[in-house]
């Protein structure tokens, strides 16, 4: 079984029974507890919890950048231990190389896969106007927006084809405005790529926003509260009757938990 | 014509320090010129006679060499000392800046080394091991440490978020270390020479002194001291600081060059 025969729809990430405890001395921290969830391929999925309930974690688990303490995460059947090319990852800092131009940070991934040079650009160029920056191809990191930064880094994961993009509340540093024009582009993005991505937010309104499937985590140590699906076409109505009343139930139910949410 | 200072134009700016740089020189001259007549002794020549000395030191040099060569003498035994530090320092500071056990280990020998001062060395390199070699390790010394250290601390300061992102993106440890370790510890490389190259210099005037086979500026310096030939040794002293500002100049240009080329500014 390898990625490129799991048809879209079908199961394609099994994250199983996870158990992650930091230990520090005398300290443990258990952040994650019997912790299951199957990814669809192609889907985008949304998690969603309070800020230190593990949702870090369990991406850098996912990434092969932490291992779990207990239990197993495969994608296509093989399991997650190191970090690989295979698992894009979108950091909430943007994590792009200073000293590189914006595409020299989108060629990175070929570089060291040792793709020729040629190949490398024309591949580059392509994912840097997919995000909206040809005009910005040899600019310098320093020289863009947080927007037009992240963007870079939506480009980088991208262009490599992973099985998956993971991203860490890749707008949480940006502020509203620019957050949702990210949100729009990313939905028009996704119709062109058909790519998997589990997305990080403590945002009920982008989650529901930009998902296929909304994952609520409960308080640390995280178990998941609920999932909800989201059947709705995008580009979505953020006002429409669905969609507030949808963010009203699950911010009323996330209130009960006496957790705190930012809309 | 009506002139107004505008501090946001930067020829204004420009000018106004040079206005004061040139007001502050004029100002060393003035109290140099006004000790040595209160001093009143030929040990403490006024900057004309200095002036006089350092042209016929130019033009004729000293002891049958130009100054030119007695210029280079010193300045090649610099630049030796300089490379060598360089190869040596940056690939042991990228290791000890990565790996923590190895700069556990060495960091005990590095610090009882470090205190004692680049100059003591002078004497047993240059007796003990021989006179054109040890002034060379002289500066080694004095340029070694402060290199070394800027490099472990840029290693350590590296951004891990970088290095995770490297790493999901496919790189190996060994690119992980070439594509992202290496980069951004240049600006404190840089920072490291710079510092380094301040000791270095003086690190060679005093070594000169105890080598007889290299005529260099220290070796003026303590010939002509003997030889009480006081206008030429202020004269030296001049070239002397005139070789170590532009030392430190060229590495302060480069190190903000290569900063903003790096995205640390
Ligand atoms: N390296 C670590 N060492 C110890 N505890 C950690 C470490 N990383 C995270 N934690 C703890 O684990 C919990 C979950 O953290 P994290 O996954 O970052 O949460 P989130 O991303 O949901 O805000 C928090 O309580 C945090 O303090
Ligand atoms: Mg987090």
Request: glycine share 8%.
């Amino acid at each position: 079984m390898s990625a490129e025969t799991i048809e879209e729809g079908k199961d394609f990430i099994v994250i199983d029974n996870i158990r992650k405890v930091y230990k520090k001395d005398d300290t443990e921290t258990v952040a994650i507890d019997q912790f299951d969830l199957t990814i669809k391929k192609g889907e985008l999925i949304s998690l969603i919890g309070p800020s230190g309930c593990g949702k870090t974690t369990i991406l850098r688990m996912i990434a092969g950048l932490l291992e779990p303490t207990e239990g197993t995460i495969t994608i296509a059947g093989k399991e997650c231990k190191e970090p690989g090319a295979d698992r894009g990852v979108v950091f909430q800092d943007f994590a792009l190389f200073p000293w590189r131009s914006v595409r020299k940070n989108v060629e990175f991934g070929m570089e060291v896969a040792g793709v020729p040079k040629d190949e490398r650009r024309e591949r580059a160029d392509e994912y840097i106007e997919l995000v909206g920056l040809g005009d910005f191809k040899n600019s310098k990191i320093q020289e863009l927006s947080g927007g037009m930064k992240q963007r870079v880094g939506i480009a980088r994961a991208l262009v490599n084809h992973p099985d998956v993009i993971l991203m860490d509340e890749p707008f949480g540093a940006l502020d509203a405005q620019t957050r949702n024009i990210m949100q729009n582009q990313l939905v028009q993005i996704l119709e062109k790529t058909e790519q998997t991505i589990i997305f990080i937010t403590h945002s009920v309104d982008e989650a529901l926003f930009l998902s296929d499937r909304v994952v609520i985590l409960s308080k640390r140590p995280s178990r998941i509260k609920e999932i909800v699906e989201i059947p709705w076409e995008r580009p979505r109505d953020r006002a429409g009757p669905e969609f507030t009343a949808l963010r009203k139930r699950i911010l009323e139910d996330l209130e009960k938990e006496n957790v705190m949410f930012h809309h | 014509m009506n002139f107004v200072y505008d501090d946001n134009n930067k020829y204004h700016r420009f000018g106004k320090t040079c206005l004061i740089v040139a007001l502050s020189l004029i100002m060393f001259v003035e109290i140099w010129w006004i000790l040595s007549l209160l001093a009143n002794t030929n040990v403490f020549p006024n900057p004309a006679e200095t002036f006089e000395a350092l042209i016929d030191f130019i033009n004729n040099g000293y002891s049958h060499q130009s100054s030119a060569s007695i210029i280079w003498s010193s300045l090649s035994l610099f630049i030796e000392g300089f490379l060598l530090a360089l190869v040596v320092a940056v690939p042991l500071g990228l290791f000890l800046g990565y790996s923590k056990g190895l700069n556990t280990f060495v960091t005990p020998m590095i610090e009882v080394l470090r205190p004692i001062a680049p100059i003591a060395w002078a004497p047993v390199f240059i007796y003990g091991i021989n006179y054109s070699v040890g002034p060379i390790l002289v500066v080694f010394i004095g340029i070694f440490f402060p290199l070394l250290t800027n490099i472990i601390f840029g290693v350590k300061k590296i951004d891990q978020s970088l290095i995770d992102a490297a790493k999901t993106l496919g790189a190996n440890r060994t690119q992980v270390f070439v594509k992202v370790m290496v980069p951004s510890a240049i600006p404190y490389l840089m920072n490291g020479i710079k510092v380094g190259l301040g000791v270095g210099w003086m690190c060679i005037v005093a070594a000169e002194m105890y080598s007889p086979v290299s005529i260099g500026v220290g070796y003026c310096l303590s010939s002509m001291c003997q030889n009480s030939l006081w206008p030429s040794v202020f004269a030296i002293l001049i070239v002397i600081a005139i070789m170590g500002i532009l030392t430190t100049s060229v590495s302060e240009y480069l190190q903000k060059r290569i900063a903003k080329r790096m995205g640390i500014e």
